[in-house]
């Protein structure tokens, strides 16, 4: 099955800097590559995603990488703020024909300092 | 719309006893995922649904737990008998084309 690696596990900035988390996904059929961000005690909700046959994808200081050859992806949040402080999940999804397989990383504890 | 409902928010047992979890997805939403949240295990998926049906149950942990989604807009996840481990956070997401969306989760409690 899909096995998704996520990197780095913990990441502390300064306000204003930028973070970058990345994932490596090992099924060269996944096709579907949400990010989602979860806050301490809240439900994860997803804030961008990309698939296969786009290469970056950006809204407003999010932007999402993807290298289909490597089998890699990131998320880069740009001009942080301390309310981007959450855990952030990539996943790797098999979607065909309304299956959908989600697996998701063991995400990213972001910290940003004011 | 008021997004995927979960009940009850919290639930407190004691080992032993039966643990019924309930989840309302979005409404014309046709695939319902439930998924188990702990500290060491990260986010699993349990159980998924599609048009109502289970497509994938690989992730469920044993027999004590069993999933019904009797029609389209409500599902149950129900864990007999209830153990410590069994601790977590439970949530719900349903999804129409791409991207699921989250309930709120059950905080459960297994003492």
């Known amino acids: 099955g899909e096995n998704v690696e996520q990197h780095p596990s913990t990441l502390s900035v300064q306000e204003g800097d930028s973070a970058v988390i990345k994932c490596t996904y090992s099924?060269?059929?996944?096709?579907?590559f949400p990010w989602y961000k979860q806050e301490l005690g809240k439900r994860p909700q997803l804030i961008i995603d990309i698939r296969s046959n786009v290469g970056e994808k950006k809204d407003q200081r999010i932007a999402v990488t993807l290298n289909k050859t490597a089998k890699h992806f990131s998320l880069h949040i740009t001009e942080t703020q301390p309310e981007d402080s959450a855990v952030y999940f990539c996943?790797?999804?098999?979607?065909?024909?309304?299956?959908?397989?989600?697996?998701f990383g063991t995400g990213t504890k972001l910290q940003v300092i004011p | 719309d008021a997004g995927v409902i979960q009940s009850p928010r919290h639930e407190v047992t004691e080992m032993g006893q039966e643990v019924t979890l309930r989840c309302k997805p979005i409404s014309g939403h046709n695939s319902l995922f439930w998924y188990r949240q702990t500290m060491m295990r990260g986010l699993e998926l349990l159980i998924y649904f599609n048009n109502n049906v289970p497509i994938d149950d690989s992730g469920m942990p044993e027999d004590r737990f069993s999933a019904k989604m009797p029609n389209a807009s409500f599902s149950t996840l129900k864990i007999q008998p209830s153990e410590p481990r069994d601790s977590a956070v439970y949530f719900c997401a349903s999804r129409w084309t791409d991207t699921q969306y989250f309930g709120p989760g059950t905080r459960l409690t297994v003492l």
């Open positions: 996943a790797a999804s098999i979607d065909s024909g309304g299956y959908q397989k989600v697996t």
């Open positions: 099924d060269s059929a996944s096709n579907y």
